[in-house]
């Protein structure tokens, strides 16, 4: 199993800077893609970044250039960073992980942060 617990959520105003952080424990050397994903009220889950235990990353096209996906192994943590950001950018963020299990793959949520953006 592995654990996620995020932080760095909050309030920010539009063209401003926030950075999420998302830490893994548990049987994290069966973690192989960790990623960002978003829900806004009323809308489904998508999307945002992730990046591969080798470091492919993946972008939403409403992000690039705005946001960067970055990993770090020793921490097992993997980070957000938000700039120029937008009220549409507003919504609920959860960190997610897909690991190895059983000869198979499952994935953990984490229990996501609240982002918010006033125009």
């Known amino acids: 199993q592995v654990q996620l617990v995020e932080s760095g959520g909050g309030l920010v105003q539009a063209g401003g800077s926030l950075r999420l952080s998302c830490a893994a424990s548990?049987?994290?050397?069966?973690?192989?893609?960790m990623g960002w994903y978003r829900q806004a009220p009323g809308k489904q889950r998508e999307l945002v970044a992730d990046?591969?235990?080798?470091?492919?990353?993946n972008y939403a096209d409403s992000v690039k250039g705005r946001f960067t996906i970055s990993r770090d192994s020793a921490k097992n943590t993997v980070y957000l960073q938000m700039n120029s950001m937008k009220p549409e950018d507003t919504a609920v963020y959860y960190c997610?992980?897909?690991?190895?299990?059983?000869?198979?793959?499952?994935?953990?949520w984490g229990q996501g942060t609240q982002v918010t953006v006033s125009s």
């Open positions: 548990g049987s994290i050397a069966s973690i192989g893609a």
């Open positions: 990046i591969t235990s080798g470091g492919v990353i």
């Open positions: 997610k992980a897909v690991y190895a299990r059983n000869s198979n793959y499952a994935w953990s």
